[in-house]
Each structure stands twice: as structure tokens, then as C-alpha cells.
């Protein structure tokens, strides 16, 4: 099991630079070429007009003084003048361009990361908390931002303006050059200890900013349970001490930056001081003028300006790195299947297929009938489990995968049928595997062994658009998102106003619409949290049942609401479940009494099946459950006629 405390660690980071990553990334610019090539040029542009300054002062020393030109003099400054606005001009240009790219790059790897994240299985955000996966969206797409932005287009600028200023320098005297060049290796050895300690800290800094994000993303959706056990000063505590590791981090990382800036500034007077002193023994000798020194000392401070920020594009490059990483990683993850798949060698040798069917590897097959979406919902569907076994530890891995003598099933050799127009509950005790028949019929995971099939189709077969488009789902959980009514009712369901309301009056929903102050058009908080738990179980069925299903899901549909709402539901379904396929989910035994079969779970397997009378007469699991919800000792004595009171009063309320 995952220790929580190491649940939200950033992995390790990997080399600073991969060819393959960064062949990847290189991909998000192929639709901005323009602005890839506009931002090189204004940076080349850039890099050459910086040489204007140096090449003027040195003609300025050596020709338009000696000579009193002033008209030279006056020239050469206009030129200057002219240079400078042009830079502004590329600086500002070079600014807008790769801003405009990065941003343009971050967009659609943000979209491609989320559409991504909606077509995962659940079991994959089971293990992988929710903090880190916004840390992947924002935080690591950030990292990439600045790599776009300051890095790759800006790289290139550097280590371009790097060659020009070495061949003019070299071209010019190459002997100052040496001398302006011999600070460079201990340049490059700050630089060296500066990438590694920052390699380091950056790390460190990423581990407590997706710390933050976990604890944050899981305390304000739980603020409920926070204040209701007044836990408000604890954990702030708790807050207080991942925000400061955050802060104990940053400043690290700051206290680098703090030296290295000023190392590279003394190591840059060292070149400066290496020029004076052998520029001044040229110009003593007559083999180098006062105007070529004067240069030099400004192509210095200019040539090391791209060599610290070289070092510092390391550090984004090294950044950019570890989050391509994490991001691909992500974007690699297998999706939900939504096409067809094989199917587990257990089901290779089961009996031939009934006339009528054929069969595509293991799983049995009607023959293609076209049925439009409301002829089928019309017409119902048959759901069958055929042996189906299912635990929650090898849920990441693939069918058929070899089960270690450990493995904690949650259903077992479950078997059943659902014909149209019958009611099939599932009841038991909480952890009996309910909700899991249930998960495992939309798909949200696969079964380790056997087969889940609807009208003789392995559910394998079917792609998950159309699978889902076939039910009507109410959770346990509601979950409505911050919007309108309207649209939390229709979501995948392109339903006319008319329609909409008439489908939401048949649940009773349109009791709680009229109610609030704009109807439909009512805009509701984050999850419902602006109506009541009972209203958001109504317009939540009332969404289930929009879109016309063939099949209906309710784990426990009636959960969360009152008698009287209740009762209002049980009227709705008896004309909802008409000739449709219903598979219910229930812990209140009294919404279940006129199911056409009850299957009692217990430890993941199917210990009791049978009407409501059958199990009642039968003395078992099924007996004891209803005695305890009906407040009966439960006894196994046969008596049953204090039951069977009860059971008449509920028949006559709903």
C-alpha cells in the first residue's frame, strides 16, 4: 500500500537533457513555425546590432578624435542612436513572439492533458491523487511555458550572439581575446556547481508544491467534516508546516541564485581586468590602439551577459526536462479501452453459443441488428454476469493476469441475468461487492475472470460511448457541477426545453426546479452545494432518465431522500422500469420488496436469489437483514407474521 506521506513525492529527476523528450517537445511547434522563425531573426538581428556600440566607440578613439572629425563624431553617435531604437524594436518583438508562442504551446498541451485525463479508467485516479494531477496541468506545464518562452528560441539567441562576439573579438586582436577568455573556464565551473545545487533544489521545491496542492485540494472539499470536528487550528498546523517546507525550499533555491549572480559578476571584472592589463602593455608596445581596448571592455561585459544566462537556461532546460517527463508519463498511460479487445483465455472453452450467435474470440455475439437508440430503450436489454470474479488490487492489471494467493476478491463467481422489463436488487452488507457489480457493468473497471454481457454481447465488444449511452446511472455519490440546471440535466443529452421538462416531471424533479428563483436557468454551486442532498438525488435521476435509457443503474437511488420523496421516486419508476431493465443497488429493503429478483451479496458472493416472499420464507441472510431494518429480533423460528404486517404497511405507502 502507498504510504501517504510519500503519495504526493515528485519522482526523481532524469537526465538534463534527452534528445527524445526534446525531439517531443519540439513537435508543439510545428503549427507556429512562423513565430519560430520571426523570434530567430529578431534575436539574430538582436545579437549583430549589439556589436554597433563597440565597433563605434572604437572608431570614434581611433579616427574621429585624432583627427577633431566632429561630423564622424556626430554620425557615428546618430548610428548608435539608430542601433539602440532598433534593439528596443527586436527586444520588444523577441519578447511578444516567444511569449505568444510559448502560451500558444501551453494551451494546446493543456487541452491535450485533460481531454487525455477524461478517457483514463478510474482505477488509474484510485491511485494517483488528485493534487498531483493538477500539479501536471499547471505546474509542469508552466516549467514547459518557460522553456518556450526563455529557453529553446532564446537559447539559440545566446549561443549565436556567443560565436559573433568570439569571431569579431578573435578577428579584431585575437591576443585580448585570450585575455577576455581566460575567465570563461571558471566560468563554466560556478556554472557547473550552480546547475547541480539548483538541480537539487528545484526537486525539493516541486515535492512541497504538489504537497501543497494535495492538502489544499483535499481540505476545502472536506471543509464540511473540518469544522464540523472543529479541526480548523489543527489543520492550519498541518498547513502551516507543508507551506513552510515549500518556503524552507524556495529559499534555498534563492540563496543559490544569490551567490552565483555575484560570482559571475567578480569573475566578469576578473576578464575586464585581464583586458585593461593586457591592453595596456599593447598600447604601450604600439600593437593595439586606445580605441580597440575601449572595445574590447564593452564586447566583455557584453559577452558574458549570454553566458550566465546560458547557465540559467540550463536550469529551465533541466526543469522543462523533468516535467516532460511527468507529462508524457501521463500522456503514455493507457486510456479506457473504447474499441473492441480479446478476450480472457478462461472463456475459450465454454459451451457453443445459442442459435443465432456467433462468436469473435471468446465472447458470444448477436448477430448485427441495427436498433435506433429509442427502439432499443423501447425494447429493453438483457444484462448477464457469467462468473464474474473481480478484486480491487489487480484492477491495474490486465485480464487474465495471474492472481497471487493474497488477492482480496470482491466478487466472486458472481452469475446472473436481467431480462427486459425485470428488476434485479442487489443487497447486503456494506463491503459485499454491491457498488462493485455496478462499476464494473458501466466499466469503470474490467473483471479479472468472466464475462459481463448485454443482449449476448461481451461488453468488452462494445465501444464505451455506446455502452454508456445505453444507461441511466444514479450514484450514491451525487455529483452536479457548478452551472445551470438545465444543462447539469441534459449533459450528453441534446433534449428541447419541452422535453427536458417533461422528463424532469416524471421523476418529480420539476417540484425542486420550480422552487428556485430562475427555474432551469437556476445556477447552481460547486457540486449542488446550493440545494438540499434530497433535491440533488432528484435532479440527479432526473439526468439518469433524460436521455431515454434501455438500461437503469440506481445505487441507492433513494439514499439520500425523505420518506416522502421517496415515495414520489417509487411512483416514477414503476412507469420508468416499464419494459426497460433495471439493476438496483439497495440498503433500505423496503424500495426493493417488488424486484422480480433480489441477490443477497455476502463477502462477494451470491448466497440467497429469489422474491422478496421466497427470501422472507427461506429464514436466511435475506430474512435476518429485514428483520433488523424492520426493528425485529432476528430469530429463526418460522414467525414471520410481524414481517409480513410490515410488509403490507409498505406495500400500502408506496
Known amino acids: 500500500m502507498t504510504n501517504p506521506a510519500t503519495m504526493h513525492e515528485e519522482e526523481a529527476l532524469g537526465k538534463a537533457y534527452d534528445r527524445a523528450l526534446m525531439s517531443r517537445l519540439l513537435g508543439y511547434l510545428r503549427p507556429y513555425r512562423g513565430l519560430v522563425v520571426a523570434a ?3 534575436l539574430f538581428a538582436d545579437a549583430a546590432l549589439q556589436l554597433v556600440g563597440p565597433l563605434l566607440t572604437r572608431l570614434v578613439i581611433d579616427v574621429a578624435l585624432p583627427k577633431g572629425d566632429t561630423s564622424l563624431v556626430t554620425r557615428c553617435a546618430l548610428l548608435l542612436t539608430l542601433a539602440v531604437v532598433a534593439q528596443f524594436g527586436l527586444s520588444y518583438a523577441e519578447t511578444m513572439l516567444t511569449s505568444l508562442l510559448g ?13 487525455h485525463l477524461q478517457r483514463l479508467p478510474i482505477s488509474f485516479f484510485d491511485r494517483n491523487p488528485v493534487g498531483r494531477l493538477i500539479t501536471r496541468v499547471t505546474s509542469d506545464v508552466e516549467a514547459l511555458n518557460e522553456l518556450f518562452t526563455a529557453g529553446v528560441v532564446a537559447g539559440i539567441g545566446d549561443l549565436f550572439t556567443l560565436v559573433v562576439f568570439s569571431v569579431v573579438m578573435l578577428t579584431i586582436d585575437w591576443r585580448l581575446a585570450l585575455a577576455a577568455f581566460a575567465a570563461i573556464p571558471f566560468v563554466m565551473l560556478v556554472s557547473r556547481l550552480f546547475q547541480t545545487r539548483v538541480r537539487e533544489a528545484y526537486r525539493e521545491i516541486r515535492t512541497r508544491l504538489a504537497r501543497i496542492n494535495a492538502v489544499l485540494q483535499e481540505r476545502l472539499t472536506g471543509m464540511r467534516v473540518v469544522q464540523l470536528f472543529g ?54 608596445m604600439d ?14 561585459r557584453r ?28 500522456l503514455d498511460t493507457q486510456p479506457a479501452a473504447d474499441s473492441v479487445m480479446g478476450s480472457p483465455p478462461a472463456l475459450q472453452h465454454r459451451s457453443a453459443p445459442a442459435s443465432g450467435r456467433h462468436r469473435i474470440g471468446a465472447a458470444s455475439i448477436v448477430s448485427p441488428q441495427p436498433l435506433t437508440h429509442a427502439e432499443r430503450a423501447a425494447a429493453g436489454v438483457t444484462v448477464e454476469f457469467d462468473d464474474v470474479w473481480f478484486a480491487y488490487d489487480m484492477a491495474h492489471m490486465a485480464r487474465g493476469g495471474a492472481a ?15 431480462r427486459p422489463g425485470e428488476t434485479v436488487a442487489l443487497v447486503g452488507h ?46 450514491q455519490d451525487i455529483f452536479l457541477f457548478a452551472g445551470d440546471i438545465a444543462s447539469n440535466i441534459r449533459l450528453s443529452s441534446p433534449l428541447d426545453d419541452a422535453t427536458l421538462s ?110 422478496h416472499r421466497e427470501l422472507l420464507a427461506r429464514e436466511g441472510l435475506y430474512q435476518r437483514l429485514f428483520r433488523l431494518q424492520a426493528g425485529f429480533p432476528v430469530s429463526s423460528n418460522g414467525d414471520t407474521g410481524a414481517v409480513d404486517s410490515v410488509l403490507a404497511s409498505l406495500r400500502g405507502a408506496t
Open 231 to 284: 479541526r480548523e487550528a489543527e489543520e492550519a498546523r498541518r498547513f502551516d508546516k507543508v507551506n513552510r517546507d515549500h518556503l524552507s525550499a524556495q529559499m534555498k533555491s534563492i540563496t543559490i541564485y544569490a551567490l552565483y549572480f555575484p560570482a559571475i559578476e567578480i569573475l566578469t571584472s576578473v576578464a575586464l581586468a585581464s583586458v585593461i592589463v593586457a591592453g595596456a602593455s599593447r598600447v604601450e
Open 404 to 418: 497471487a494467493a493474497n488477492t482480496e476478491w470482491v466478487l466472486r463467481g458472481v452469475s446472473f441475468v436481467a
Open 303 to 330: 559577452y558574458f551577459q549570454p553566458l550566465q544566462d546560458l547557465a540559467e537556461k540550463y536550469n529551465i532546460l533541466q526543469a522543462a526536462m523533468a516535467s516532460s517527463e511527468r507529462i508524457f508519463t501521463l
Open 287 to 300: 600593437v593595439a590602439s586606445v580605441g580597440t581596448v575601449a572595445a574590447f571592455l564593452q564586447f566583455v
Open 40 to 42: 530567430l531573426a529578431a
Open 430 to 475: 456494506t463491503g459485499a461487492g454491491k457498488t462493485t457489480a455496478i462499476n464494473l457493468l458501466l466499466r469503470f473497471y474490467e473483471p479479472q475472470r468472466g464475462a459481463i454481457r448485454i443482449d449476448g454481447t461481451d461488453i468488452r465488444q462494445i465501444p464505451l460511448s455506446e455502452l454508456r449511452g445505453l444507461i441511466g446511472y444514479v450514484q
Open 502 to 611: 417533461e422528463r424532469s416531471a416524471s421523476v418529480g424533479a420539476d417540484r425542486v426546479i420550480r422552487r428556485l428563483p430562475d427555474g432551469y436557468s437556476h445556477v447552481l454551486g460547486e457540486r449542488g452545494t446550493s440545494i438540499s442532498v434530497g433535491e440533488r438525488q432528484l435532479l440527479s435521476f432526473a439526468r439518469a432518465i433524460a436521455a431515454d435509457p434501455a438500461l437503469l443503474l440506481l445505487d441507492e437511488a433513494t439514499s439520500s431522500v425523505d420518506s416522502e420523496i421517496e415515495a414520489e421516486i417509487q411512483r416514477a419508476l414503476t412507469v420508468l422500469m416499464r419494459g426497460r431493465t433495471t439493476v438496483a443497488v439497495a440498503h433500505r429493503l423496503s424500495t426493493v420488496v417488488s424486484a422480480n429478483q433480489i441477490l443477497v451479496l455476502h463477502h462477494g458472493q451470491i448466497r440467497e436469489r429469489g422474491t
Open 103 to 115: 502560451q500558444r504551446v501551453m494551451r494546446d498541451l493543456r487541452m491535450q492533458i485533460f481531454r
